[in-house]
């Protein structure tokens, strides 16, 4: 079974351009996750859908963040204008129905580095 | 509101041995569950071992074992039988039933292992 997949792996961005990251969840998945990693802290998630709905997102910078998941299925996480403070590790998730027992499986990241 | 905690910013354990990895948590949500997480340099979360809130008996996948001490609200991992590809950052984490199931993560300990 493929795992979650996102992309790019890396990237490089001057601060106030754009930049946007892609995820796959794990086949059937309902609920995808998107978590930022700062260097030497734990994950911190970002937004929580539900199909293609928003679960959660209270922790989503709305100013410059913004994500969409159109057909409940891949992810986009976008930010705009970026920021040096938004330089870490975007890590998607997913798991089945987004209960509180069920595991979530997480991709590989992608590693911003805003200068 | 959930917390989580781990005091061990970084341990080094000998090759063959075990190693326990100290996780405090404190929620008000009735049901809850518990996660371990490990992270190697390559950027990847890899889910280890969970254990409910409800379980009688602690949970163990292979060399990993949880020791649950809900009075205590601890929740610490065992690795027996240290491997050097153990060597990694492992994060403890929690879903609340009542925190929008949002997983909530501790900082992490890196755990080193020696030859």
Partial sequence: EAGVAQSPRYKIIEKR????????PISGHATLYWYQQIL????KLLIQFQNNGVVDDSQLPKDRF????LKGVDSTLKIQPAKLEDSAVYLCASSLGGRSQETQYFG???????? | AQKITQTQPGMFVQEKEAVTL?????????SYGLFWYKQPSSGEMIFLIYQGSYDQQNATEGRYSLNFQKARKSANLVISA????DSAMYFCAMRGNNAGNMLTF?????????P
């Fill in chain 1, 17 to 24: 351009q754009s930049v946007a990251f892609w995820c796959n």
């Fill in chain 1, 66 to 69: 913004s994500a969409e998941r």
């Fill in chain 1, 108 to 115: 590989p990241g992608t590693r911003l580095l805003v200068l």
């Fill in chain 1, 40 to 43: 030497g802290q734990g994950p």
């Fill in chain 2, 82 to 85: 240290s491997q050097l590809g």
């Fill in chain 2, 106 to 114: 501790g900082g992490g300990t890196r755990l080193m292992v020696k």
């Fill in chain 2, 22 to 30: 100290d996780c405090t948590y404190d929620t008000s949500d009735p």
